[in-house]
């Protein structure tokens, strides 16, 4: 029979859903503001600075790779899932594999709603749709889902410098603008806290039954 629920656990949970969401609409508001006011100062100024890292292409192009396509959407998270599973953290799996798609979703959603097109001068294969960056969104889902499951600070630095490099690497090969990115973090992150509100409780309860 499962304990009673905390009653800091339940503020921990609902604290969550309401930054996700926060960050969410924030999303959504940014993709109205560069949809409305097509050119925006900081875009073209950032898209043109970024060149003068070219000698960082190989790195861009690696994180390219590992933030997108099949490898970001099925390799990573259910990789990571089959890891959890492994450690006897079944609800911690579930969290990854929901917390994932659901960010995918909103990705594709609000690119479908916003169509923003890419710069000219992008020098990779991608689909339709500025933005959010989908990369840097799985980047910031990524660092949410390990700062949920391992709370520690170590954690969140390095999950916040990984969204920082790949909001980099996306705006260094061109694929987006720096406001997609910001929307990417935005989108990412949002997602994944109002998932992890949902599963809060259990993944606490199933952390805790294994430290004991």
Known sequence: MDAPIDDSLTTTALQRIVIGVLLAVLAVV?????????DI???????????????LDPIAFAMNFLGGGWF???????????????????????????ASAASAAGVQVLKA???????EDMIVISDHGSFPS???ANAATIAVIAVVLVPRVWVAVVGGAWVFAMAFSRTQVHAHWFSDTVGGALIGAGVALIVAGA???RI????????R
């Open 113 to 119: 709603i916003f169509g923003r097109a890419r710069p």
């Open 30 to 38: 940014l993709g109205i503001l560069v949809t409305v006011e097509a």
């Open 72 to 98: 970001a959407t099925f390799v990573v998270p259910l990789g990571a899932a089959g890891i959890l599973l492994a450690l006897r953290r079944p609800w911690g799996a579930v969290f990854v594999v929901v």
């Open 199 to 201: 599963f809060t409780v």
């Open 134 to 136: 989908g990369h840097t």
């Open 41 to 55: 100062d900081i875009d073209d100024w950032w898209n043109g600075f970024v060149s003068v890292f070219a000698p």
């Open 204 to 211: 606490d309860r199933e952390r805790t039954r294994l430290d």
